[in-house]
């Protein structure tokens, strides 16, 4: 019986939250094991991340694979062939078809910086959702952390955090904020919670 699961970082930037999964291996994450970083960009930061940390990374566009399809597919070649168990979306900028999020059901997770149902969904990333927040006016925002199904942020969700908007911020320093006091810390723990769950389903099969 194995004790640690096959993960799958997918990256398209800076790659802070795939930093702060690799600085919680064996720490946070004691149920899983970053076997691959695949980017969609290959000037993505989070690539020399993934290099320094040992992972192996592999780089899929859809400019070399002939657009979305060709992109999706060799994706699901190279998970299939890694035999990754769970798919963590870290800043990945591309939506995936229902198609694929249906052959990997509750395996693929995301983190989305503000508490959903708020600012979420199609056009809402990077600083647009906290532009949004402070438009609105919100007092408190976050993080969460969420299954990945057809709907853009529409999956279940399995963490979330809230952080203080403060007088002054702008989407910068709250996107700053949101990163350091909620995601670094509930993309781990949920990775960590998901990928325990996995090996129990294994273990009481
Ligand atoms: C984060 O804000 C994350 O919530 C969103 O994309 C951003 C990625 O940042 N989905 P990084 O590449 O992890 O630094």
Not at 19 to 32: E, K, M, P, Y
Not at 63 to 77: I, K, N
Not at 90 to 115: D, Q
Request: hydrophobic share 45%; proline share 2%; aromatic share 4%.
């Amino acid at each position: 019986m194995r004790n640690k699961i096959n993960i799958a970082v997918l990256v398209s930037g800076g790659g802070t939250n795939l930093q702060a999964l690799i600085d919680a291996r064996d720490t946070v994450i004691t149920s899983g094991v970053i076997k691959l970083v695949v980017s969609n960009n290959r000037t993505a930061y989070a690539l020399k991340r993934a290099e320094a940390a040992g992972i192996k990374s592999v780089c899929i566009t859809k400019a070399e694979f002939g657009g979305a399809a060709g992109m999706e597919a060799e994706l699901v070649r190279v998970l299939v062939a890694e035999k990754i168990d769970l798919i963590v979306l870290a800043g990945f900028m591309s939506i995936l078809s229902a198609g694929f999020t249906k052959r990997f059901e509750k395996r693929i997770i995301n983190i989305h910086p503000s508490l959903i149902p708020s600012f979420c969904g199609e056009g809402y990333y990077g600083l647009r959702v906290h532009e949004a927040a402070l438009k609105k006016g919100v007092k408190v925002t976050g993080a969460t952390v969420h299954f990945v199904n057809e709907i853009p942020d529409g999956g279940e969700i399995i963490m979330q955090k809230a952080v203080r908007v403060l007088d002054g911020d702008t989407p910068e320093t709250l996107q700053k904020r949101v990163m350091r006091l909620a995601e670094w810390k509930i993309l781990p723990e949920s990775v960590e919670k998901v990928s325990a769950g996995i090996l129990k389903q294994e273990q009481q099969r």
